[in-house]
């Protein structure tokens, strides 16, 4: 057992793990005042649930045995036959001849968090309309049935997609094509906020999507160059790109969006900065510095573009999961496969890239579609109308973000005392 990597994975393992409270920051700055406390427990309820279905059999799922390149088994289950003395070695594609040996437990938690993070990234297109009773159920229902099986493809040993040779370096279709079409199928399901297209949903506070995405952006240095399971120079290479394809991203929508809206806008540069993110997830460690900055650009202004398509096909992706994440994850899975310097891009490489992608992208719709389906005809998905219209904090938490009563009982209480005092001198007079 590496002490030095272990290390390493353990702090990337912390870092991942601020990125889920970061996201719920990133979204619920975007959602209006009367959702912000449902959309922070959307994403912050995945810590809860999805940790202990990882351990109970998630992990055994995704990395013990293999079952035709499908799915594992349950031969870890409660993490039996782990102990202080068990190491895993580095299942990334391209690993060295000799393996990065860490301990066991090292692994299974940072692994337990990047299951934790995919769910949630969901949670953002759903946003103020959805019972957050019917969202855990549905979260506990994606990881067993989707998100399990499909890292087992990606990159367990004798997964058919890791076999095959597809490169996801850290999660691109993991987990965020995962998520981008999961997301897809589920609001295709819960169907278009109330006011949709006529309404103004304007985030509330851009000051909190700012402090979410640079949360984001500082765990994904653990979320990427940890996906390496060790430390050398092609983890020092993922976490140099993973910086610079963020950068080339933020310009690249801004400028699409000075030339296609007039503005630089503080919610572009964020959202910007996370497509880039994203992008380089799959491919970070497989190009250099000028593959992630075209990487970086071009899915800055892609994404950018892909947001709007909301407007035009008619569904209701809340906070533009579909626009960022799925994009975005399909943009760096597949440029990879042209812009790897390590011996494995060209043709073929682009081919098995596409394969992962679009295998994904099918199963998960389709899975995902059916559980949200399930849910909404028996427990009901769908918060009431009622609900939705008066804001699902209430509703759901018996909670608000912000106290405006008090604020406003504040307000007139001081009016009334400026009143007051000149008319008690003039009595007094």
Not at 34 to 50: P, Q, R, T
Not at 88 to 105: Q, R, T, W
Not at 362 to 367: D, E, P, S
């Amino acid at each position: 057992m590496n002490g030095t990597d272990t290390g390493f994975v353990l702090i990337s393992a912390a870092l991942v793990m601020v990125m889920t409270p970061g996201l719920a920051l990133f979204y619920g700055g975007m959602v209006r005042a009367k959702s912000v406390l449902n959309m922070l427990m959307m994403s912050f309820i995945s810590l809860g649930i999805v940790s202990i279905l990882w351990v109970l059999y998630g992990y055994s799922l995704a990395f013990s045995g293999d079952a035709g390149g499908f799915i594992g088994n349950l031969d870890a289950i409660g993490l039996k036959g782990i102990d202080i003395a068990s190491t895993a070695d580095s299942f990334v594609l391209g690993a060295n001849d000799e393996p990065h040996k860490i301990a066991a437990f090292a692994f299974i938690l940072f692994q337990m968090l990047f299951a934790v993070i995919t769910p949630a990234l969901m949670s953002g297109a759903l946003a103020d309309r959805v019972k957050f009773g019917a969202w855990m159920i549905f979260v506990a229902l994606w990881v067993t049935l989707v998100y399990f099986p499909v890292a087992h493809w990606v990159w367990a040993p004798g997964g058919w997609l890791f076999e095959m040779g597809v490169i996801d370096f850290a999660g691109g279709t993991a987990v965020h094509i995962n998520a981008g079409i999961g997301a897809l199928a589920a609001v295709l399901v819960v169907g278009k906020r109330i006011g949709f297209k006529k309404d103004p949903m304007r985030p509330h506070s851009l000051p909190l999507v700012m402090i979410g995405t640079a949360l984001l952006w500082f765990g994904w240095f653990g979320f990427n160059a940890g996906s390496w399971l060790g430390v050398d120079g092609t983890t020092a290479r993922m976490a140099i790109n993973t910086q610079i394809a963020t950068a080339a991203a933020i310009i690249g929508w801004l400028i699409y969006e000075r030339i296609r809206h007039g503005a630089f806008t503080t919610l572009g540069a964020c959202s910007g900065a996370v497509a880039g993110l994203v992008a380089i997830t799959p491919s970070g460690g497989h190009v250099n510095a000028f593959g992630a900055i075209l990487i970086g650009i071009v899915a800055g202004a892609v994404c950018s573009w892909a947001v709007s398509l909301k407007y035009k096909l008619g569904y209701d992706d809340s906070l533009d999961v579909v626009g960022v994440h799925l994009v975005g994850g399909v943009l760096g899975t597949l440029m990879v496969g042209f812009l790897a310097t390590d011996g494995v891009g060209g043709l073929d490489q682009f081919g098995k890239q596409a394969t992962g992608a679009f295998s994904v992208m099918g199963y998960t719709f389709v899975v995902t579609w059916i559980i949200a389906f399930v849910i909404q005809k028996t427990i009901g998905f769908r918060a009431s109308e009622e609900d939705e219209v008066s804001g699902v904090d209430q509703a759901m938490h018996a909670e608000t973000a912000y106290d405006f009563t008090s604020a406003t009982q504040s307000h007139i209480s001081s009016t009334t005392s400026s009143v007051a005092a000149p008319v008690s001198k003039k009595v007094e007079a």
